[in-house]
């Protein structure tokens, strides 16, 4: 063959791997599984599930990851901590939930030393003046309602507005992380919206992506109001209008304000990152990262969100406390 012709043919094969390794990223990026309206595929049942804390504990300071020797250790000392509370209780002790019945299984850290990845220290920055005021008035309030110590404590309620939302089963704080039990959450899509149902509470988000405003600042509700947009194949969400009864973080969730960022990692993970932001409640924003893992790889399992049985009110558990924090003021005052 002649040889400027195989020169020639070296030269255009050189290029042509130029030019494959150039759009390789490309490649890539453009893989993310789409809807068929063309938006990127979220959709699945995940579980949010994990034993990484929030804050970065004082014995952690200074350290971002953990080593495969620190997780591990961690890990095993989870399984320990479970067995442990598997044991039968002392005599007059009801019981409650205890590590038997949350989430700790195996593979539930993140690898991190908390969730939260700024500011730097892995903690929440500190509290305003007025918000420590109103959270130490909170934490009196709630103080001045319990007698004996544990297991033996109870606590004595004047009303069913004691209770917080949550034990009235009427909304449980957003957004969702270090939850106990029930960490089961659904997104589903259709062209223009994005919904998130989850497994707690019932709750379900219907987050509109048109682009409308919030609504008008004076109408709250329970899970705030949401609106999401499209950043390339991240889903963004600017979240705010909270109930001021709604609590989150030991503080009321009047001015709070947050920004989520949906994320595909793999076939499996969602990275869920969060921005907080309420000047009145913190010095400064903060932000966490929590991962949404799928529990079925083909997403194809929604049982695998189990009913959450509490009704609206949870007027047995009302009846019960009411009853018997009166039944105790009786044994009080005849003592």
């Known amino acids: 063959m002649n040889r400027r012709l195989i020169a020639s043919a070296g030269a255009v094969a050189v290029v042509i791997a130029l030019i494959v390794l150039a759009a390789a990223p490309l490649v890539g990026q453009s893989a993310v599984k789409k ?3 063309g ?3 979220l959709q699945g049942v995940y579980t949010f599930s994990t034993l990484t804390p929030l804050q970065r504990p004082d014995a952690l300071a200074g350290k971002v990851a953990l080593t ?3 997780l591990a250790e961690q890990e095993d000392q989870d399984a320990a901590n479970r067995v442990a509370e598997d044991r039968p209780l002392q005599a007059g002790n009801p019981g409650t939930y205890n590590n038997f019945w949350t989430s700790n299984e195996k593979g ?4 991190r030393s908390s969730l939260i990845t700024d500011p730097a220290d892995g903690r929440r920055p500190p509290m305003t003046a007025a918000a420590t005021k109103v959270r130490e008035q909170l934490a009196a309030e709630a103080a001045a309602r319990r007698v004996g110590t544990p297991p033996f404590e109870h606590v004595i309620y004047k009303s069913w507005k004691d209770l917080p939302t949550y034990t009235q089963c009427v ?3 957003m957004p969702r992380q270090n939850q106990a039990y029930n960490h089961g959450v659904q997104i589903l899509q259709v062209p223009g919206y994005v919904v998130i149902h989850y ?3 019932h709750d379900v988000r219907i987050i509109p992506l048109d682009g409308r405003p919030h609504l008008p600042s004076h109408i709250r509700l329970w899970n705030g109001d949401s609106r999401g947009r499209w950043e390339g194949n991240t889903l963004v969400v600017d979240w705010t209008n909270f109930d001021p009864r709604q609590e989150y973080e030991g503080a009321h969730q009047t001015n709070m304000h947050f920004v989520e960022r949906f994320t595909r990692v793999d076939a499996n993970t969602i990275d869920y990152e969060v921005t907080v932001d309420d000047p009145t409640t ?3 924003s903060w932000k966490f990262v929590l991962p949404w893992r799928a529990d079925d ?3 194809q399992k929604p049982e695998h969100l189990y009913e959450y049985a509490c009704h609206e009110g949870n007027y047995r558990q009302m009846e019960d406390a009411l009853s018997g924090a009166r039944a105790l003021e009786k044994a009080t005052k005849a003592n």
Do not use: F, I, L, Q
Not at 108 to 111: A, E, S, V
């Open 199 to 201: 497994e707690s509470m």
């Open 68 to 70: 495969e020797a620190e």
């Open 171 to 173: 909304a449980r704080p």
């Open 35 to 37: 809807t068929p309206w």
């Open 108 to 111: 539930r850290r993140t690898g």
């Open 297 to 299: 790889p083909n997403y």
């Open 39 to 41: 938006d990127p595929d």
């Open 282 to 284: 913190w010095t400064r």
